[in-house]
């Protein structure tokens, strides 16, 4: 069946460091894939998405490329605010089904 | 303003009682769903309905039940039968084309003493 894996956290960086949060996924087809995040005590929110190979979703300085050939769908930043911090989650959509999955998520702290 | 709402924020009950929680979506979404996180946890799927008065049992149905006899609402019950009921509950919804993104509410943390 369809599943995710990312990254085990946290993840610790300082403030304007790169971030990368790596996700590969496993489906038949073709998924569509998202980021989430998830700040402390609130419902998740939309970060990015992508619905076919080689796409790339972007979002206030967050990007993801759609890679068919490695399966994978990788979160980066290149300068990450002390307001990123929250645990974000990796998920995919197969086709023709209602259900999301979803990675275990990765906590990311940054630092002032 | 579009969203989905989940009341109340924080519930407190008694071991042995039913509870129900409450959600909301005014996005005209025909698809609604029920998230369970627990501490550290990802998201684990406890029911979804596709469209009104009809819905399926996702990977930890057990002790849970819903309704959908609106598109508006899907209402979770905690039961008692429910082994280990406190955890933060999520609501979800989401579009029946294009590619599906789930909308979220803010969840409703259940504590059980």
């Known amino acids: 069946g369809n599943s995710v894996t990312q990254m085990e956290g946290p993840v610790t960086l300082s403030e304007e460091a790169f971030l990368t949060i790596n996700c590969t996924y496993t489906?038949?087809?073709?998924?569509?894939l998202f980021w989430y995040v998830q700040y402390p005590g609130e419902g998740l929110q939309l970060l990015l998405k992508?619905?076919?190979?080689?796409d790339k979703g972007s979002n206030k300085g967050f990007e993801a490329t759609y890679r068919k050939e490695t399966t994978s769908f990788h979160l980066e930043k290149g300068s990450v605010q002390v307001s990123d911090s929250a645990v974000y989650f990796c998920?995919?959509?197969?086709?023709?089904?209602?259900?999301?999955?979803f990675g275990a998520g990765t906590r990311l702290f940054v630092k002032a | 303003d579009g969203g989905i709402t989940q009341s109340p924020k924080y519930l407190f009950r008694k071991e042995g009682q039913n509870v129900t929680l409450s959600c909301e979506q005014n996005?005209?979404?025909?698809?609604m769903y029920w998230y369970r996180q627990d501490p550290g946890q990802g998201l684990r799927l406890i029911y979804y309905?596709?469209?009104?008065?009809?819905?399926q049992k996702g990977d930890i149905a057990e002790g849970y039940s819903v309704s959908r006899e609106k598109k508006e609402s899907f209402p979770l019950t905690v039961t008692s039968a429910q082994k280990n009921p406190t955890a933060f509950y999520l609501c979800?919804?989401?579009?029946?084309?294009?590619?599906?993104?789930?909308?979220f509410g803010p969840g409703t943390r259940l504590t059980v003493t």
């Open positions: 979800a919804s989401s579009s029946s084309s294009g590619s599906y993104e789930q909308y």
């Open positions: 489906a038949t087809g073709y998924p569509s």
């Open positions: 996005l005209n979404h025909d698809a």
């Open positions: 309905s596709q469209i009104v008065n009809d819905f």
């Open positions: 992508a619905t076919k190979a080689d």
């Open positions: 998920a995919l959509r197969g086709t023709g089904g209602f259900k999301t999955i």
